[in-house]
């Protein structure tokens, strides 16, 4: 396991992050949607650093089956408890990859008719996008590498190492 970014870095980049929210969203109240699971450790480092008031919401996505290929099927399997009609909403990822993950809830939330819509995401893979994704604070663009630690995972397992490292084949 070969490690990508460290602690001090990824805690820059998430510090940056939310200076950038905080800056857009403070007088707002907005609702933070973070994807479950890869998102837990992101998101709790995240929000102690946003000092305002705000809402936290969380969804649970299928679109992996196992393993690292996404199967391009997405299921919302585990869905909002409050309406986001008129609300300022942030949705929060760990990872955007192919981004037909995140097309599909983006468009999934903006069904519902929020004030605004956009997107946080830790980490992007741009060489691997198949479907166009905009993404509004971004803290590491990333290799073509397959990524755990830090809340990713490679079925299940390295969710718990406090960096983000790259899995060797
Ligand atoms: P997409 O639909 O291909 O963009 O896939 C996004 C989802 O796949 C992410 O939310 C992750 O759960 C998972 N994923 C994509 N790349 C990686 C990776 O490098 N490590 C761990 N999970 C990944
Ligand atoms: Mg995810």
Redesign the pocket.
Known sequence: MCCLYNQAEIEAAVNRLASEITRDYQNKHPVLIG?L???FIFMSDLVRNLDFPLELEFVR?S??GSG?Q?SGK?KVVQGLSCPIRNRDVLVV????????????LMAYLKKKRPASLKLCAL?D?PS???VP?NIDYLGFS?PD????GYG???NEKYRNLPDICV?EE
């Open positions: 994807i699971k890869g998102v996505l679109s992996y690292q996404t997405v990822e760990d990872i955007v990859d192919t981004g037909i993950t995140i097309a599909f980490t893979k691997r996008r198949q994704v990333v590498k397959f990524l755990v990713l995972d490679f899995l």
